[in-house]
């Protein structure tokens, strides 16, 4: 069974920066393209970032390119995303996903979320 867990939200301020992390087990982690989706309050899902199975391609939501760096150990079966110079519109829970599972919006299996603040 697809597992993932998110960790590294909190609380920041304005231009600064937060390092999210997804730990995944349950499937071969190498073997597929990862996603970050985020989700807002009273807001539907959008996409973020994409790193492919092989970690030499990299795809970014406009809205965070330039900002955001996605990133993936296969050896740790870990997928990061590197936030910096954050502004209030960020804020919301991150989650990560198996790229087909966000496709999909099969939602049960994106892990719970960890929620990101960005006020002053």
């Known amino acids: 069974e697809v597992q993932l867990v998110e960790s590294g939200g909190g609380l920041v301020q304005p231009g600064g920066s937060l390092r999210l992390s997804c730990a995944a087990s349950?499937?071969?982690?190498?073997?597929?393209?990862m996603s970050w989706v985020r989700q807002a309050p009273g807001k539907g899902p959008e996409w973020v970032s994409t790193?492919?199975?092989?970690?030499?391609?990299?795809y970014y939501a406009d809205s965070v390119k330039g900002r955001f760096t996605i990133s993936r150990d296969n050896a740790k079966n870990t997928l990061y995303l590197q936030m910096n110079s954050l502004k209030p519109e960020d804020t919301a829970v991150y989650y990560c996903?198996?790229?087909?599972?966000?496709?999909?919006?099969?939602?049960?299996?994106w892990g719970q979320g960890t929620q990101v603040t960005v006020s002053s």
């Open positions: 790193i492919n199975s092989g970690d030499s391609y990299t």
């Open positions: 349950g499937f071969i982690f190498r073997g597929y393209d």
């Open positions: 996903a198996r790229s087909q599972d966000w496709y999909r919006r099969r939602r049960d299996s």
